[in-house]
């Protein structure tokens, strides 16, 4: 998981960040800015159904944290890895907003 997220970090912000064609809310840049705390409760929620998912989850936030602020929130530069890991639980945790 850490060398996910190394090659990740190392990644071109670009790359892979035009596939994304999610309904979630999104930052200035196009970025969701995810809080790990309210990640940690998404991945309680689905915590049973897919045990590979939930270790895959339950590593990843662990190695986050490392990036994250004492409130939580992670760089944007996480948002595309977060979508991958997470996938429909963020859209079922986090409906789109209605303008």
Known sequence: MRRRVRSFLRRDASDGVSEIADPLPQGEEGLRRWNLWELEQVAGKSEGEDPERDQ???LLLLTLRQFAASSGELPGEFDPLVRDVF?????????????
């Not at 996938?87 to 303008?99: I, N």
């Open 56 to 58: 895959e989850r339950a």
């Open 87 to 99: 996938g429909a639980a963020l859209s079922e945790s986090f409906p789109p907003r209605r303008g």
